[in-house]
């Protein structure tokens, strides 16, 4: 699986937009980008995916650029509950047993 | 109700011991995971089962013996604790293909069991 770079750490203001930028420049084109989040003392939860399109959830939006090697996670209205750890993940589609390989992630800190 | 359940959340035991971690999942999911979180914060999946089968093995020692008795639950056994196994254990789960369903690769984690080796 290709390898991700984070920024180990970021900070927001709160109401403010977030954007959480990942390098992933050995992607392969059957590669999807991927993004979970921890927030402190939970279990890392799901937010958002993609392949060669923007996408966008009820939680954040996923841009991927027009040569896949970098993608931005974008949280439109950060707040304080959006502290958190965020790791992109690349990975290739497996009919079963996704193999998410998490790196070290970006910290977020939603400041008020 | 909660789509992943673990127990215990909290466990503290002396080296040596043998202890288990239940998971059970109502999603409807068939495809289960352990992950484990060691103290620099680094997930790694241990193992994953597909309808009752292994489908994941990293490499981990063989005191971990995981078992599904149904494709609803993915238990995990510890042999002869060390220091070392002091960690947080994620359990989780995904719908794969094979049952007719989509893999989205979206995975629902439990809240983790917290344990400690004394």
């Known amino acids: 699986d290709a390898k991700t770079t984070q920024p180990p750490s970021m900070d927001c203001a709160e109401g403010r937009a977030a954007n959480l930028p990942c390098n992933h420049s050995t992607i392969s084109g059957n590669e999807y980008v991927y993004w979970y989040r921890q927030i402190h003392s939970q279990g890392p939860q799901y937010i958002i995916h993609?392949?060669?399109n923007n996408e966008t959830n009820e939680m954040a939006s996923l841009i991927i650029t027009e040569d896949r090697k970098s993608s931005t996670l974008i949280l439109p209205h950060a707040t304080l509950r959006d502290t958190a750890v965020y790791y992109c993940?690349?990975?290739?589609?497996?009919?079963?047993?996704?193999?998410?390989?998490f790196g070290a992630g970006t910290i977020l800190r939603v400041k008020s | 109700d909660t789509a992943v359940s673990q127990t215990p959340k909290y466990l503290v035991t002396q080296m040596g011991n043998d202890k288990s971690i239940k998971c059970e999942q109502n999603?409807?999911?068939?495809?289960m995971y352990w992950y484990k979180q060691d103290s620099k914060k680094f997930l790694k999946i241990m193992f994953s089962?597909?309808?009752?089968?292994?489908?994941i093995n990293e490499t981990v020692p063989n005191r971990f013996s995981p078992k599904s008795p149904d494709k609803a639950h993915l238990n995990l056994h510890i042999n002869s604790l060390e220091l070392g196994d002091s960690a947080v254990y994620f359990c989780a789960s995904s719908q794969g293909g094979l049952a007719g369903g989509v893999n989205t690769g979206e995975l629902f984690f439990g809240e983790g069991s917290r344990l400690t080796v004394l």
């Open positions: 999603l409807g999911h068939d495809t």
């Open positions: 089962y597909n309808n009752k089968e292994l489908i």
């Open positions: 993940i690349v990975r290739v589609h497996m009919e079963y047993g996704n193999k998410l390989v």
């Open positions: 993609g392949l060669k």
